[in-house]
């Protein structure tokens, strides 16, 4: 059964244009919920993580939105451009960061 | 350089032989991962570690066998390779400290024919 799960596996924007990434979990004990970007060849790295107080989190072009009452969380890249282009992962963790569980992943390809 | 090391990148190996994946972080996390990256999968966590000598199972760990003598090496073990452990096998670490970030390297191939 999988703990976390991510929707569209793939999706395509054009270059400006705002991508939206899915994940929905079961688990209430989650506290923690990172995004991690890949690039083809490399290991995922962490983009941005939000913890559950706050239903909104903003870095530079990047943002989560977080529904406690939904469990649910997405990402929002706006002005997306080219370099963009990756796979990304939604994950959630609880506690002491033992034990990640990591969405199926979303190919995203901005087309410029 | 610091960080994540995994060796060797690409293997081809044949159905029955034993295949080790190695890991090697020179930042002294605590934490050591193994993780399997599969098409529709995402990431599965195979083993991981929170200290030297100190390991336990994660998501789909059936096959495979971890040890970790040392906090700077985590090698994974397959011990009868199966084609169904055809995968990019990514090691990770993270310093629970520093808030959970997982830091991965650069995947091993692995191909079993």
């Known amino acids: 059964q999988q703990q976390v799960k991510q929707s569209p596996q793939s999706l395509i924007v054009q270059k400006g244009g705002i991508s939206i990434i899915n994940c929905a979990y079961e688990n209430t004990a989650f506290d923690y919920f990172p995004w991690y970007q890949q690039f083809p060849g490399k290991g995922p790295a962490l983009l941005i993580a939000i913890r559950p107080d706050v239903s909104e989190k903003k870095e530079g072009r990047f943002t989560i939105s977080f529904n406690k009452s939904a469990k649910q969380f997405s990402l929002h890249i706006m002005d997306s451009q080219p370099g963009d282009s990756a796979t990304y992962f939604c994950?959630?963790?609880?506690?002491?960061?033992?034990?990640?569980?990591f969405g199926s992943g979303t190919k995203l390809n901005v087309k410029p | 350089d610091a960080g994540i090391t995994q060796s060797p990148r690409y293997k081809i190996t044949e159905t029955g032989r034993q295949v080790t994946l190695m890991c090697h972080q020179t930042w002294s996390h605590s934490y050591m991962f193994w993780y399997r990256q599969d098409l529709g999968h995402g990431l599965r966590l195979i083993y991981y570690s929170a200290a030297a000598d100190i390991t336990d199972k994660g998501e789909v760990p059936d096959g495979y066998v971890v040890s970790r003598s040392k906090t700077e090496n985590f090698p994974l073990t397959l011990e009868s390779a199966t084609r169904s452990q055809t995968s990019v096998y990514f090691c990770?670490?993270?310093?629970?400290?520093?808030?959970?970030?997982?830091?991965f390297g650069e995947g091993s191939r692995l191909t079993v024919l």
């Open positions: 990770a670490s993270s310093e629970p400290g520093h808030g959970g970030e997982l830091f």
């Open positions: 994950a959630a963790s609880m506690g002491n960061f033992n034990k990640f569980y």
